[in-house]
């Protein structure tokens, strides 16, 4: 009567079991490669760095890169939760020069102010973005991208057009920026501090788990009982966070809020993400990646400068070669591990 | 490939010499620096290693010219090309911050900066002052101390770049009718200055000019363009224009032309002295341009050679720029940029 | 039917009418606001000499556009397109000396390289478009500066300024151009089995794959066509600003046709290509930021008005949860 | 006292309304089946009573107070637990992390305990019979034990109400004794079960009451043991008993008989892929119907792809009327006349945004432009053609294929497959989850289209079907042909007495090295 199929319980246990220990293990260590790859890649040119430029293994040289990859490296962080949810964070770039320009003006009130005030406008920024993605179904994108126009406005109305530079204030604020310990800037040890939190809080925190789970599938962790509205805003408040957080501690380092910062910040935040193996589709990232990620563009950059005349417009042909070269190295990883 | 002008020498830079930097006369009583108050070590320039930071990318005439003269003088001076360390920001200030950090790094001895922006240079700062590694800025000026922070500054002085442009404007239009501004990239010391200077000179001068409209053109050509028409269809009346650069008259002029104004009919002037602004007035579409000249090499290298051997040297080294109008446009096209 | 009953159902109807018919369009509405409002407090705005301006400088944004919501059809994008009219930029003064001819064929033999490369990456290694898109949005610019050597050079070739400042039949050639590409590229989306699987792959990848359709194809030749109408644009801003400035020509633009293509009723997620939309997007952003200039607004105003208006058209556009 | 109850819910959606004053009442230690044709708004009231949506009319009871959830979590904290029937997990995540996800244990500190959390998981799982390493992307498992990971992570919280929707659909008859052991233990424990499936006989084995559901309203409900099978489906299906006594189970008729002696239309030769599939050969005649049997994950999905060129070959040979392909890619494929229906009919089947006509029309474009330019004349024609002769039901061909019930989409599949003038016909589950009155037509139409001399391949999960509908029955095990079912052979017995002879001859080979 049953159309049941029964079969013997105990079916091949050991062949699959022989079998799927192997698929297991190739699985782990290409996964490894993957999701480390930048971090081999870097360690190939920091390698070949070392052997060719002679200046490059200096110590300050190393602090040099470090201290520079500081804000990057937050702006970073934030978008590696973002893309982990599936989402994208095109205001990073604005936000962070809005903070520096507000942290300049509010160090006039000693050091506390000067990290509070932008971490105050940019979350709240972070999170107008993270309310209207959330809870609109308005794309990530287009969002971000009106924040970034918007917050790139409102620092130039709040600096007469951009051409009010506010200086820093507090003398204490300003040698954050520029002093050191054990010979590595105080902002490294900040970044530092602040990327262990933010491992944590992506590996060993419930909420961690809920940014990987609304990235993999945001119905399924709906139905799972997963706040996805709240865990999307959030990520949100963190991006807005952590650039405004960059951008006091560039402040402190210039000494001023500079207002003609570069823009495309978000771009290199992204490719640094998606260089350290996290993936656009979300679901799934590393900090440990977006680390290397960051160093990697920094070590380019800076053995390009080591190279001592490469004319502007090579240097983008080259960051651009190697951008190509790295994502589709990547890609292929990728694959193998799904093939296999 | 074969472009328009191949048949054609190619202009520009053939004559060296052509349109070399002088030097204002130093006001008297003016601050002044010598190696000992700086506290460095003499160095002879042809074996030092010397760095030098572009801002933006090569890619109009000022920092084409500017890279070239460095580049050359250098050369001239016998400094190996292997001990001229070149690096360039690309516009982005943190890159370059970075960058002259780099070089502090990797053992320059002297330090040549076209700097992005006045301000932000304290961690720079910091770094070169324990090395004591003079700096010279060149085309902008930083706000800090001189003799401490940094060596000297060379360049023109822009708000007396916009003033002069402002007296060029009143003669132009004899006192009166309206203005239109093309602002530089927002946020750039050099917007503000050339916009502050030309503002209160019309005001000192000719308080009938009237400001109508100020909008940025990016100091980019295209942008420049699109302003100008849409100033002149919402402004018709309009009777001046200042361009706080060359590439922006130029767009200027392209509007005029496709709105279908004859030569004359708005007068613009302009700040830089490119050769193509200076041909402008030559075609008689400009009425007149201020230069702001680029060729810091010389100077520079001057500068430093003097500082090395113990001479005191001024706080600003403030060069004098010419200008260019319908009397000497033709005679002098040689030496724009 | 009494008058009662008409008068209390009407608001209700009209509510559901206007909330399905809005999405579509929005755009149209918030143009004709704008319209309106310049009309009223805008010296000279409805003469055909400003009318024309309007629509020479929206142009080259509605060609790159066109090409970008084909691409964010298949739930792609491409943010090299700036990168392109650079590359075409660069390369048309090397070969003005053969002729204007040439000098076209060669900047668009360029898009269609660049065209190649991102669509390689995406349909074939398999890339995420953004990412793909974005190793030639850095290097593309660069390789057009090093081709230009950096300088800005100037255009005197006569066909060639034509096509950027010429008229026919009192219609600006750019217009003119502009125009026949939105009629092109609208026929192709509708008409042609090309549109059709376009759309078929944005809307759902791996099926359209198995149903046979030469995805792989479908998608490079997309991309190829999105970097041919960006090289394009990129020649007609040559022949428009009379000089070739690879560091500057199409800077940005990748955001303001993305903007316009989206705020025109094209959703990122593919499936859909709304031609008109697009076009209409484009123009609204035009006019947002003409009237700022005519107004003599800060760029600050100007950034926090675009921000906002973006947001609405968005909000208004965007796709309600069908399901 | 009841346990969950609705009075009188209503749920409207654009266009349809899902869910008619319906009123249904869960007793503890009850399983209750929800059936109802595709459509029916099983889905939906599931959803309602689990605050995926809230009502439009009506009011929710649970432990006989007025309830109100605002959100699945919601619901969940009160002790209702979902299996749903399409998206459940995470596939990315780790097997352990998916079972604990929102709930981890966590250490003193407020961190995660993963060495407790893969313990425990370990453990858990093993009662469910998944033995696997819990750390493993969950993407990686078989189906079923997704499926099964799913099932246990409901029932771990301490839940008074488990609703599982279509829990069976793609779990392995071993995995079904499973998750009905647990049901039984569940029912002994006083919990309430709500029971969807399509599978009929399954309901007559483990459930208590019954509750039918057709075009939103509720036509009938009390205890099954009290309904005869054949009622239950004229009751779903609103149609006469001896209609449907007249039609039968299943719409397969008799044999079509391709003729023994003609050449293969589709032969495949050794075909061999990576891991997953080594050298199967099976040849197909004009005519005839050859069934793909074996357990989940025997290889018959890559098998079926990778003829249709969507799955990576690396060697064999496949040839359509003697015609030799060699690695064909898609293209090719439906060039040479081979037409795949893949078995996951949402992300490889229909375009849910594009219409009716334009799903039909996606593969034969070519055919109906000239120039590169579409004749919507044409296609109107051949799209009229197939929706009368497949009665799919839509209100136009414009309508959006997303917003069809899931039979009707499966047809307009069909559809689109027919419309190539295929020469074979591969089929992967071409009934899953679709009801029995859509399931008897497209077995009806499999019969009618062999009987037109086209070759089919017909792979079903429901044995049933596989019997009653192929002719022959090549059966597959771990990507290898261990046997095929010929004439009188084709029989349920017989396709289990192959699986496990096979079972033990790999048992055997097993314990060999
Ligand atoms: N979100 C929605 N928007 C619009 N219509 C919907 C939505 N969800 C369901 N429907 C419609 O409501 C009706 C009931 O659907 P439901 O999914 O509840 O059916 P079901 O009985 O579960 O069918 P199946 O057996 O195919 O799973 C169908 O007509 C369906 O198209
Ligand atoms: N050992 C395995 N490792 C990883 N995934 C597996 C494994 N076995 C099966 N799967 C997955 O389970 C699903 C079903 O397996 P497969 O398609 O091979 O089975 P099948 O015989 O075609 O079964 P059916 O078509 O009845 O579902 C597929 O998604 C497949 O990727
Ligand atoms: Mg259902
Ligand atoms: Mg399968």
Redesign the pocket.
Known sequence: MSTGIVSDPEVPAAV?AA??RR?ERTDRMVGLVQRQGALAVLIVVVLVATASFPNFRSFDNAGTILIAAAPPALIALGMTFVIITGGIDLSVGSLYVLGGVVSAYASQWGLIPAFLVPLAVCGVIGVLNGLLIAYTRMAPFIVTLAALLGARGLMRALSDEGSTTYLVRSDTFRSFGTGSFLGIGYPVWLVAAVFVLGMVLLSRTRFGHAVYAVGGSEDAASLMGIAVRRTKVWVYVMSGLLAGLAGAINAAKLGSGVTVLGTGMELDAIAAVVIGGTLLTGGAGTIAGTIAGVLLLGVIQNMINQVGNVPSSYQQVISGAFLAVVVVAQTYLVRLRRVT | AKSEDSDTPAAGGSNPSAGAQVVQSAAPGAKSCTLEQFGGTKIDLKTAKVGFSQSEKEANPFRIAETKSIKDEAAKLGIPSANLQTTNANSQFNKQISDVEQMIDSGVQLLVIAPLNSDGWDSVFAKASAKKIPIITIDRKINATSCKDYLTFIGSDFEEQGKRAADKMAAALGNKGSVAILLGAPGNNVTTLRTKGFKDQIAKVAPEIKITFEQTGQFSREEGQKVSEQLLQSNSDINGIYAENDEMALGATVALKTAGKKKGDVKIVSIDGTKGAVQGIVDGWIYSVIESNPRFGPLAFETATKFFNGEPIAEDIIISDREYDQSNAKTDINSAY | MTTEAATATRPAIDLARVRAWLPKYGVYVAIGVLVLYNVLFTPNFLTWSNLRIQLIQVAPIVIVALGMALVIGTEGIDLSVGSVMALAAALIPLYLGYGVVAAILVSLVAGVVVGLVNGTLVARVGLQPIVATLALFVGGRGLALVISDGQLKDVRNDDLIYLGSGDFLGIPMLVWIAALLVLVVAFVVRRTVFGRRLLAIGGNRPATELAGVPVKRVLITVYVLCSVLASIAGLLAVARIQSSDASAVGLLIELSAITAVVVGGTPLTGGKVRVLGTVAGALLMQLVVATMIKHNLQPSTTEMVQAVIILIAVYVARERKSR | MALLEVVDVSKVFPGVRALDDVSFTLQPGEVHALVGENGAGKSTLIKVLTGVYQPDGGQLRYRDEPARFDSPMDAQRAGISTIYQEVNLIPLMSVAHNLFLGREPRTAYGLLDEKRMFREAHEILLRYGVTTDVRRQLG?????AQQMVALARAVMIDAKVVIMDEPTS?LEPREVETLFGVIRDLHSQGIGIIYVSHRLDELYQICDAVTILRDGKVVHTGKLADLERLRLVSLMLGRDMSAVRHEGFTGFGGDHGGAEDAAPVLKVTDLNSRR?LHDISFAVRPGEVVG?G???????????KAIGGAYPVDGGEIAVDGKALNRPTTVQAVKAGIAVQP?DRKAEGIVAGLSVRENIALAILPRMSKLGLVSDRKIDEVVRTYMTRLRIKASSPDQRVGDLSGGNQQKVLLARLLATQPKVLLL??PTRGIDVGAKAEVQGLIDELAAEGLGVVL???DAEELVEGSDRVVV?RD?AVVGELRGDAVTTEALLETIAAAAVEAKEVGNDD
């Open positions: 699959v079998d799927e698929a | 990686t498992l078989a189906l079923g793609s997953k793909l074996g357990l989940l994950g025997a290889g018959r999905s890559e098998t079926i078995e992967d589950e792979v079903s999960s597959l990507g």
